[in-house]
């Protein structure tokens, strides 16, 4: 196969692969024969393409390809009348272009995918597969679950889907609200999954992240007066424009404040800012679009101390407002720590610590230790790190507390 | 599609035994979803039977002994899952028990 094809057959398969699923599902209704005929779609691709030259549209010649498998299986299988003619009739409709009254195939399988009455991660694994295009296996590797369980997980969903009734569409209306956020959070987790590995070699959860912008980018385009879904969109391009000054050469984890920002992507960190403006504008904040208003504070100051620290903290109150969380308050103490000094943020720390609800959470002896630090109370700063050490998670945030207390353990 | 909708609860589930379902039996009759259904007499009075080796063995109270019990049954007809949950979720019981859908086996 000459480069070129090979190239065609990718492409193709990224861009056209959940909507050939899709297709076939909505018109045979059956989840394990339509991700087989695209799959011999795609096979076939390879071969035919080789030799007749790509089509001009690819899309159409895979999804008319997938159509012709499945009516063969169907045929053999005989099984309803009514089924194979019905696939038999069907042709390839392009896409549906602005026209909002014609749900994209696509995001009707993302909210049949994520379907409240599945588990969380049956949504996830589920979404990887008909969307995506992963295999089992890959999701197996990048969900860090065995294989086996993995297809069991697989096959029960899609058992479920077809069993309890879970309907193949878009929800109407007045499910959406409470929907939306369930596919959101799939794609979030989907992201987060690529983004957070320890192993940052690691292809396969590199691959999540880029499948879940991909996917963003879809349900942005499809859902433009959805504000959160474009906030989410430009949270990923944002978080994602720093992922290569996370790790320095060791693969050791770098601080906001000293990585590189040479190697921050700025054309990504531009489309997630205008994207962010657009989605603000419509007045309707909600917790992906505040945190990509926090991340488009950090990506667009020009170096750390330029960094508009009073903003964060004021996007955190926001943040804490929406969805109050000892987390998000925690965060904000560090924010207020920055913009009105070590002793204000440490002030809020006390009231967290007070609370109870951090209790054994390394980051908050760790956020105590960096405050005290900087107020110079370098005794109660070094028990604060001991403690943080004893239960920090990770060997790298472990490095990480070690070279702080060594700093102030130091005589000066 | 056939749902049966096992309307579950605890002890303090008896405290609602005589409220009634608010007008939701009467509006799921209007809608035709309704197919049969009705309240239990609780687990205490209820008799479990198993027969092993020709010998019908009884005992005194529910299959299961749970912290949860099914305290009524209804049967619906509807078009999918999203219309069950929404036919479940208006029913006065979800709002101090559990309502399990359980899609009917279909041949």
Known sequence: MTPDVDAAVTQAFRDHWGQVVATLIRVTGDWDLAEECA?????QAVRRWARDGVP?????????TARNRAVDRLRREAVGAAKLREVAAMT???????????????LRLMFTCCHPALAMDSQVALTLRTLAGLTTTEI????????????????????????AGIPYRVPPAHLLPERTPAVLAVLYLLFNEGYS???????????????AIRLARVLARLMPDEPEAVGLLALMLLHDARRDARLDEAGELVTLDAQDRLRWDTAEIAEGAELLDGALRRGRPGTYQVQAAIAACHATAADADDTDWAQIAALYGELARLVPSPVVALNRAVAVGMADGPAAGLALVEVIEASGELAGYHL??????????????????????????RSAPTDTERRFLRRRLAEIAAPS | MQYMLLICGDESAAAHANDGCGGWTEEMLRRGVVRGGGGLR?????TTVRVRDDEVLLSDGPFAETKEQVGGFCLIECADLDEAIEIAAKHPAAGYGTIEIRPLWTP
Request: hydrophobic content about 35%; overall charge positive.
């Open chain 1, 39 to 43: 799959q011999d779609a795609f096979a």
């Open chain 2, 42 to 46: 609780p687990p205490a009075e209820a």
């Open chain 1, 56 to 64: 001009r549209r690819p899309a159409a010649w895979l999804t008319t």
């Open chain 1, 140 to 163: 197996a590797r990048a969900l860090l679950v065995g294989e086996p369980a993995m297809s069991k997980r697989l096959t029960r969903a899609k058992r479920k889907i077809r069993h």
């Open chain 1, 197 to 211: 590995a320890t192993s940052g070699a690691d292809l396969v959860r590199r691959n999540l992240s880029a499948e």
């Open chain 1, 364 to 389: 908050l002896p760790a956020t105590r230790a960096d405050l005290l630090r900087r107020l110079d109370r370098h005794v109660e700063a070094r028990d604060a790190y001991r403690e943080a050490l």
């Open chain 1, 92 to 106: 390839y409709e392009p896409e549906p272009g602005d026209d909002g009254d014609v749900p994209d195939e696509r």
